[in-house]
RNA sequence: GGCCCGGUCGCCUAGUGGUCCAGGGCGCUUCCCUUUCAAGGAAGAGGUCAGGGGUUCGAAUCCCCUCCGGGCUACCA
């Protein structure tokens, strides 16, 4: 039997990192037993539909390497793959379940249920319905769903136990007389979600339901609709959520939770995949690192955690350097040139880009790194030119130096740099630790970047003497405006 | 409240009865390298394996109880 696995978002929101977790687990799943992946869109809840949801699906999807074969706007045998677009199957679904008498019509205003789970809430009893219209006789019901608002229910059994053999979690149990009788079919004609998945992952021929943590609990419910239509229930498992770091699902609260705004923030697709799908499962070796092949290859559901993870940007920042130096300069230079501004020049930028290589984390952090080279407007602060044990006239004095020694710097060239600067330590009795530093700031405002020496070299002799003149203005003026 | 799930260093995790006085990675500390910062190298701190009872010659690993955390509890998904 080949495999057909679906991942089944909500056009409801921009695609959440959560759900590329579920998804990527997806795909690993579907590739590595060349089965096929599915995208459906499960948009039955008109009201919280967001425009451009599907959009960031597929852009998200596709940013990360992620690819399926069936879906939307890739067609395929059991198209239409958006539920709004197969109502039809959902009510002849619905009806067939009230002609088998699994399922009836109920005429309940949302008023009156709203009443009676207050008044339960009131009384501490357990909130569900009270199957008010279980009772209607067939007949009538079938004549009043005519002219009546109404929803179409499942008619759970009483008592019993129902339960499934999850493929992480392994089995899990449920007294049914815990679960009350669902709705199926909205007064609206959309199904709810609960038929919706059953239907469709059916039709679909959807061989293993793959989805996250959250959906445990409603297990119960699908088992019990398979079971009312008579159809056989696929594996399921259920893989553990993503977490904050106060333990609680990962929501916006805790900051970025959206694929496009990490890819904005300058992470690589290879570092997401490969931090995300370690978080909640591990290879059993000590091997960490692994793209999105690697992963395909040694991902095993029986290697899902059942515990969440939570959410940890240092690691995440790690997986991102990581990524960056194995990628080769030239890809690296093409990933940063969306994160650049047109006028920097592209040159300048391959030249500083074995530099930057080993200091960005991600790629905004990398355009920081050069932004120097391409702007000389920026602010100096005096004290932070002075190195420690230094006064504002030592350092105006070792900038007069430096200056003067670069003036005569033949070639222009990093070594040439080193070894000038070097020479002005010496004759001032100073470290070159400490000349670095005092240079370092005049021309690139703070202490902490780039090599100093290469820096000069890649902005320019001229430019150099001038942010030097600069800031030994700046320097003069200190004792006096402090 | 009810149902369900989970609980190994701050975080991601290895571990499925002995080779574990618990291993790796992130983060943290120190040192080396060094013009800063990184990267790299070396060392280190950090865990009553949630707690308590069992079972067993032996338990992080099996059983029971407790505690804590989380999810769900809609004509949301």
Same mark, same amino acid.
């Given at each position: 039997?080949?495999?057909?696995?679906?991942?089944?978002?909500?056009?409801?929101?921009?695609?959440?990192?959560?759900?590329?977790?579920?998804?990527?687990?997806?795909?690993?799943?579907?590739?590595?037993?060349?089965?096929?992946?599915?995208?459906?869109?499960?948009?039955?809840?008109?009201?919280?539909?967001?425009?451009?949801?599907?959009?960031?699906?597929?852009?998200?999807?596709?940013?990360?390497?992620?690819?399926?074969?069936?879906?939307?706007?890739?067609?395929?045998?059991?198209?239409?793959?958006?539920?709004?677009? #197969?109502?039809?199957?959902?009510?002849?679904?619905?009806?067939?379940?009230?002609?088998?008498?699994?399922?009836?019509?109920?005429?309940?205003?949302?008023?009156?249920?709203?009443?009676?789970?207050?008044?339960?809430?009131?009384?501490?009893?357990?909130? #569900?319905?009270?199957?008010?219209?279980?009772?209607?006789?067939?007949?009538?019901?079938?004549?009043?769903?005519?002219?009546?608002?109404?929803?179409?229910?499942?008619?759970?059994?009483?008592?019993?136990?129902?339960?499934?053999?999850?493929?992480?979690?392994? #089995?899990?149990?449920?007294?049914?007389?815990?679960?009350?009788?669902?709705?199926?079919?909205?007064?609206?004609?959309?199904?709810?979600?609960?038929?919706?998945?059953?239907?469709?992952?059916?039709?679909?021929?959807?061989?293993?339901?793959?989805?996250?943590?959250?959906?445990?609990?409603?297990?119960?419910?699908?088992?019990?609709?398979?079971?009312?239509?008579?159809?056989?229930?696929?594996?399921?498992?259920?893989?553990?959520?993503?977490?904050?770091?106060?333990?609680?699902?990962?929501?916006?609260?805790?900051?970025?939770?959206?694929?496009?705004?990490?890819?904005?923030?300058?992470?690589?697709?290879?570092?997401?995949?490969?931090?995300?799908?370690?978080?909640?499962?591990?290879?059993?070796?000590?091997?960490?690192?692994?793209?999105?092949?690697?992963?395909?290859?040694?991902?095993?559901?029986?290697?899902?955690?059942?515990?969440?993870?939570?959410?940890?940007?240092?690691?995440?920042?790690?997986?991102?350097?990581?990524?960056?130096?194995?990628?080769?300069?030239?890809?690296?230079?093409?990933?940063?040139?969306?994160?650049?501004?047109?006028?920097?020049?592209?040159?300048?930028?391959?030249?500083?880009?074995?530099?930057?290589?080993?200091?960005?984390? %991600?790629?905004?952090?990398? #355009?920081?790194?050069?932004?120097?080279?391409?702007?000389?407007?920026?602010?100096?602060?005096?004290?932070?030119?002075?190195?420690?044990?230094?006064?504002?006239?030592?350092?105006?004095?070792?900038?007069?130096?430096?200056?003067?020694?670069?003036?005569?710097? %033949?070639?222009?060239?990093?070594?040439?740099?080193?070894?000038?600067?070097?020479?002005?330590?010496?004759?001032?009795?100073?470290?070159?630790?400490?000349?670095?530093?005092?240079?370092?700031?005049?021309?690139?405002?703070?202490?902490?970047?780039?090599?100093?020496?290469?820096?000069?070299?890649?902005?320019?002799?001229?430019?150099?003497?001038?942010?030097?003149?600069?800031?030994?203005?700046?320097?003069?003026?200190?004792?006096?405006?402090?």
């Amino acid at each position: 039997m080949t495999v057909r696995v679906r991942f089944a978002p909500s056009p409801t929101g921009s695609l959440h990192i959560g759900s590329v977790r579920t998804t990527l687990y997806n795909y690993f799943f579907a590739k590595q037993n060349k089965g096929t992946l599915v995208l459906r869109v499960e948009d039955t809840d008109q009201d919280r539909l967001v425009a451009g949801a599907v959009d960031s699906i597929y852009d998200g999807l596709h940013w990360m390497g992620v690819t399926w074969d069936e879906g939307p706007r890739e067609g395929g045998p059991h198209a239409p793959y958006i539920q709004s677009e #197969r109502l039809p199957l959902f009510q002849k679904a619905a009806q067939d379940l009230v002609d088998s008498g699994a399922a009836y019509f109920c005429f309940c205003s949302k008023e009156r249920l709203a009443a009676m789970r207050a008044q339960q809430q009131q009384r501490k009893e357990i909130t #569900r319905y009270d199957r008010h219209c279980r009772s209607i006789e067939p007949k009538e019901a079938a004549e009043r769903a005519r002219s009546e608002t109404h929803v179409v229910r499942l008619k759970v059994p009483d008592q019993g136990v129902i339960g499934v053999d999850d493929l992480v979690y392994g #089995r899990v149990e449920w007294p049914i007389e815990t679960i009350e009788d669902q709705v199926l079919l909205k007064s609206d004609g959309f199904p709810t979600y609960h038929l919706a998945v059953v239907v469709d992952d059916h039709l679909m021929g959807i061989t293993h339901i793959f989805r996250g943590e959250d959906w445990l609990p409603s297990t119960p419910k699908h088992l019990l609709v398979f079971q009312a239509f008579g159809w056989p229930v696929p594996p399921i498992a259920h893989f553990p959520n993503v977490l904050g770091a106060d333990g609680k699902k990962l929501a916006k609260r805790h900051g970025a939770t959206k694929v496009e705004q990490f890819r904005a923030d300058g992470y690589l697709p290879e570092a997401m995949a490969n931090y995300l799908a370690l978080i909640g499962w591990s290879p059993g070796t000590e091997e960490e690192i692994f793209g999105v092949d690697g992963l395909i290859a040694k991902w095993r559901i029986d290697q899902v955690q059942k515990a969440g993870g939570k959410w940890d940007r240092d690691r995440l920042d790690w997986f991102n350097g990581v990524w960056i130096r194995r990628l080769s300069e030239q890809d690296l230079l093409g990933r940063l040139d969306p994160f650049l501004p047109a006028e920097w020049d592209r040159n300048v930028i391959g030249r500083a880009l074995p530099l930057m290589r080993e200091r960005m984390r %991600t790629l905004a952090e990398g #355009r920081e790194l050069v932004r120097f080279l391409f702007t000389d407007e920026f602010p100096l602060d005096a004290a932070t030119q002075v190195p420690k044990k230094k006064d504002a006239v030592g350092a105006a004095l070792a900038l007069e130096r430096s200056a003067a020694a670069l003036r005569e710097t %033949t070639p222009w060239a990093a070594a040439g740099v080193d070894a000038a600067l070097r020479k002005v330590a010496t004759d001032l009795g100073w470290n070159i630790r400490e000349v670095a530093h005092t240079v370092r700031v005049a021309v690139m405002a703070v202490p902490i970047g780039l090599p100093l020496f290469e820096s000069l070299e890649l902005l320019g002799r001229e430019r150099a003497l001038a942010r030097i003149a600069r800031a030994s203005e700046i320097l003069g003026e200190g004792p006096r405006s402090a």
